[in-house]
């Protein structure tokens, strides 16, 4: 049935196809085209701690039929008294990804555009968060928040006053994982948007 609607219809002939159609093909197609709705893809953020990547997955996620994944709740939720060190984010970070693999893939897959608040500042992150794409058969957009450290560390520090992080990031924990932060490279073969 819905091989049918790949091919190229008139206004007029879809009109007289859908009106013959039964209750149960027009749920299937009402399905399929919730399935492949052109706008369902994933959102993936890169960007330096307080580099504005939660503000910028919030805005995303107010469009229709998205739904908002946060490291950060996952793991402040789970783990907030366990990670002390960056040995134990990653580790704890790893658990939740396992977890949360599979049904990521199921939301895109149900026409459901998922934005990823996990930081895709590694190869290694970057990657997995790829993978989901390529798992779901969908498009994906890395946003690339270009802020200098020095802005960072400023918007860090307002940020712990406030509170409105659940995690606090010292200015050495800040050195320490910016140390191991990078912008994509062209090998890395990704499709990104630059925002300002």
């Known amino acids: 049935m819905c091989d049918t ?5 008139k206004k007029q002939q879809l009109i007289d196809f859908v009106s013959k159609l039964d209750a149960e093909d027009t749920c299937e197609i009402l399905a399929y085209l919730l399935k492949s709705a052109p706008d369902t893809r994933l959102h993936f953020l890169c960007g330096k701690i307080a580099s504005g990547k939660s503000t910028l997955a919030n805005k995303l996620a107010q469009r229709p039929r998205t739904i908002l994944i946060s490291e950060d709740e996952w793991l402040s939720t789970l783990f907030s008294q366990q990670i002390t ?12 990804k396992n977890v949360l693999e599979a049904h990521i893939v199921k ?31 969908v498009a994906y957009v890395f946003h690339i928040l270009e802020v200098d450290s020095n802005e960072c560390e400023r918007r860090l520090a307002v940020r712990n006053q406030v509170g409105d992080n ?10 320490l994982i910016t140390q191991h932060f990078s912008y994509p490279s062209s090998e890395e073969q990704l499709i990104c948007r630059y925002e300002k």
């Open 5 to 9: 609607l790949n091919s190229t219809m």
């Open 85 to 96: 060190d960056l040995s134990h984010y990653i580790e704890k970070s790893r658990l939740i």
């Open 166 to 175: 659940p995690f606090k990031t010292s200015e050495a924990q800040f050195d």
């Open 107 to 137: 939301l895109v897959q149900a026409g459901n555009t998922v934005v990823m608040d996990f930081p895709a500042n590694t190869p290694a992150q970057r990657s997995w968060l790829k993978s989901l794409a390529d798992l779901a058969n």
